[in-house]
């Protein structure tokens, strides 16, 4: 461009050049620039020629690429508690008037980011002493912009706590976050930090990691034509997923959402706007209670429904097509149970799910669970079924085991599967507290679902499904494949070796009693299996302990009959010891969390037998629910054992090995003596 001098300027009247022309003003550094529309006077002179907004502002601007991504959940984490310290040590607000706060300045966070990326304005409000006022004008402006006027800003802060909360976020992007893909939900997380869990569990509200949305939507596999639906969306994660899948060519599906809780809506809607999904209808209710026509919908049903029911709390069997009880009856069921009903009656012919569901759906005893799967094997094609790890939930507050369950309304549309994918995966890429861990088995799991070979061991006939009693993927593939493992030939049942004894003392008979000696599981040596110690109590002291109601005898063998104790990592194997009562222990009360067995065979024989490897899967395997994994006395009749534990032979070798490991124990407590005689002298 060819400089123009005050003098060439004053030749512009004669040159007959536009009434206005446009300068541009540089910064010193000549990085930035504006272009200025200026008119010259009749003297050919301007008096004042505009400099850069650069110049005139002491600080550069501040871009969304000067910012950084949240790379994990546990940095959003960290991120989370400094805002929540920075209102916290101002106000002490409680938890929700809280959230509803920090959703305000978030939704001016990514407005800002949207609309100045070059110079975002947040960044340079927070420099300024007073600037609530200004914040609150931007709040409503950037509410509006999502769609949002309804929830008018009602920012509960001072300039000093506001400002607090500006600095922190200002470092981070969330549009950057979005764009690299990192494992987070900004908005749901920032709801799991702030309100407690006893609220949220109350609510059933535990979100979604995204790991696991991500292999859902994978293998849901959404459609730029789909209609799809969340009905407990939450801050739409899940949803969200799916149609940033879907987009293709221009082309996007349509979203539905809903959530009981009104700051969900505002969450989920924010999320829309961040993702481009800006045509979302996401509306407050109770879905269990809406029709098609309720969620802004036209047609049969929609396409796809994903979505993460509510675990906890319960509902009415009103809402139950199959129910035979009567309205008002009182009678009630696991919240998740209808809204698994309600999905399938909002699919259209040939639809599809995709849920997260706890594990106790596959595999509870409960008659409503029982009913449920026998109800779908009528309604739905299973198509896949994947267990979660035991910890997938755990950082959200939710120690509930989940799984997800993939299935297809009748008729299906198109070719079908007759056949059913099953996995159980035990590393979905990130730990127990939302930190990345290496050795996911997430794409393994997917390029196994992608080829189906029957070679791979993971596929059952969908009419076999149907026909047994459970459906959690450890069971199927023990039922599937190893189903002709054990048998009358090779292999005695647990029960032939041992009686179960029911000893269990009712509070009356423990009530006559003025000293009782007692002991825990924790009382007992995880690898040894001996009881370490004993404790008196009087009969008031043992009433306070709900589980202290079982009788022991000499020679008794106990088997811990909660899954977390058998598949417990311990020094000398996988799983907590059985233990042998000794002489020392006659009449002691100790735990349910024990099955008392009286021993046919040697005692040191069966705790061989219910310490081995395969013994331990099996009774690991027959646990049910997803909270609560107690093994029921009635499992036991269930377990086989190798029938070479009745060889005299083996027998001989396994109580000589025994015999040595008593001497040695001997020895190594009286060395552990002499040392602790050492330290005392």
């Known amino acids: 461009m060819r400089h123009l001098s005050m003098e060439h300027l004053a030749d512009v009247k004669r040159m007959d050049m536009?009434?206005?022309i446009r300068y541009l003003s540089f910064t010193n550094d000549g990085k930035e620039f504006i272009t200025t529309a200026a008119s010259p006077h009749a003297f050919g002179r301007i008096d004042f020629l505009p400099v850069s907004n650069q110049l005139r502002r002491k600080t550069p601007p501040i871009r969304i690429r000067d910012l950084h991504p949240i790379i994990s959940i546990y940095d959003l984490r960290q991120l989370v508690c400094r805002v929540r310290d920075a209102i916290f040590a101002a106000h002490g607000h409680d938890r929700l008037r809280l959230f509803d706060t920090i959703l305000l300045l978030l939704a001016a966070k990514i407005y800002d980011e949207a609309k100045n990326p070059g110079d975002l304005y947040l960044s340079r409000l927070a420099a300024r002493a007073d600037c609530l006022d200004e914040f609150i004008t931007f709040c409503d402006e950037a509410l509006e912009s999502i769609g949002c006027e309804r929830f008018r800003s009602r920012v509960d802060l001072d300039?000093?706590?506001?400002?607090?909360?500006?600095?922190?976020?200002?470092?981070?992007?969330?549009r950057l976050t979005l764009e690299i893909g990192g494992q987070t939900d900004v908005l749901g997380t920032f709801y799991q930090e702030i309100v407690s869990s006893t609220f949220r569990g109350s609510l059933g509200a535990y979100f979604t990691p995204r790991p696991i949305a991500e292999i859902a939507v994978k293998i849901a596999q959404p459609t730029a034509e789909d209609d799809i639906l969340d009905m407990c969306c939450g801050s739409g994660t899940f949803l969200l997923e799916a149609f940033s899948s879907a987009c293709h060519?221009?082309?996007?599906?349509?979203?539905?959402?809903?959530?009981?809780?009104?700051?969900?809506?505002?969450?989920?809607?924010?999320?829309?706007?961040?993702?481009?999904?800006?045509?979302?209808?996401?509306?407050?209710?109770d879905a269990l209670k809406m029709q098609l026509g309720d969620f802004g919908f036209q047609g049969d049903g929609f396409s796809l429904i994903v979505g993460n029911p509510p675990f906890a709390g319960f509902e009415s069997e009103e809402y139950l097509p199959y129910s035979n009880t009567l309205p008002g009856a009182g009678t009630r069921v696991n919240k998740v149970v209808p809204f698994i009903v309600k999905t399938v009656n909002l699919l259209k012919p040939g639809g599809r799910a995709a849920l997260v569901i706890p594990s106790s759906v596959l595999n509870g005893e409960a008659i409503s669970y029982v009913r449920l799967r026998n109800w779908l094997s009528g309604q739905v094609d299973i198509t896949e079924i994947i267990g979660l790890p035991r910890d997938a939930f755990v950082h959200t507050d939710c120690g509930i085991e989940g799984a997800l369950l993939f299935f297809h309304r009748k008729p299906a549309v198109g070719q079908r599967r007759n056949e059913v994918f099953f996995f159980s995966l035990a590393n979905i890429g990130y730990d127990r507290r939302g930190r990345a861990v290496n050795g996911s088995e997430v794409d393994h799991v997917l390029s196994l679902w992608k080829r189906h070979n029957r070679v791979d061991?993971?596929?059952?006939?969908?009419?076999?499904?149907?026909g047994f009693s459970r459906w959690d993927p450890n069971w199927l593939d023990a039922a599937v494949n190893r189903a002709d493992c054990y048998g009358i030939g090779a292999h005695v049942r647990?029960?032939?070796?041992?009686?179960?004894?029911?000893?269990?003392?009712?509070?009356?008979?423990?009530?006559?009693?003025?000293?009782?000696?007692?002991?825990?599981?924790s009382d007992t040596d995880m690898d040894r299996g001996v009881v370490l110690r004993t404790h008196m109590g009087n009969s008031d002291e043992l009433l306070k302990k709900a589980r202290l109601r079982l009788m022991v005898r000499k020679g008794d063998v106990l088997v811990p009959n909660h899954r977390d104790s058998l598949a417990a990592k311990t020094a000398l194997h996988s799983g907590r010891s059985a233990v042998i009562v000794g002489e020392?222990?006659?009449?002691?009360?100790?735990?349910?969390?024990?099955?008392?067995?009286?021993?046919?065979?040697?005692?040191?024989?069966?705790?061989f037998v219910l310490n081995s490897p395969d013994v331990r899967r099996q009774m690991v395997l027959q646990a049910r629910g997803s909270a609560s994994f107690d093994i029921r006395d009635?499992?036991?009749?269930?377990?086989?054992?190798?029938?070479?534990?009745?060889?005299?032979?083996?027998?001989?070798?396994?109580?000589?090995?025994?015999?040595?490991?008593?001497?040695?124990q001997l020895r190594i407590d009286a060395l552990n003596q002499h040392l602790a005689s050492l330290m005392d002298s």
Not at 495 to 513: G, P, V
């Open 584 to 607: 020392k222990e006659d009449g002691c009360i100790t735990s349910n969390r024990f099955t008392i067995l009286e021993s046919i065979i040697d005692p040191r024989l069966l705790k």
């Open 159 to 174: 300039n000093a706590s506001l400002i607090a909360c500006l600095q922190t976020l200002s470092a981070y992007s969330i």
């Open 457 to 466: 061991r993971c596929w059952v006939e969908m009419e076999r499904l149907r």
């Open 18 to 20: 536009p009434p206005s």
């Open 249 to 285: 060519g221009g082309t996007s599906p349509r979203v539905f959402g809903c959530d009981i809780q009104e700051r969900m809506v505002l969450a989920a809607l924010m999320n829309c706007f961040l993702h481009g999904a800006s045509n979302a209808k996401i509306i407050q209710g």
């Open 634 to 664: 009635r499992v036991l009749y269930e377990i086989w054992v190798n029938k070479c534990i009745l060889d005299p032979s083996l027998q001989q070798e396994v109580l000589g090995l025994f015999d040595q490991m008593e001497e040695a």
């Open 494 to 521: 647990l029960t032939d070796l041992c009686k179960i004894a029911n000893r269990t003392m009712k509070k009356s008979e423990i009530q006559f009693s003025t000293n009782v000696r007692y002991f825990e599981v």
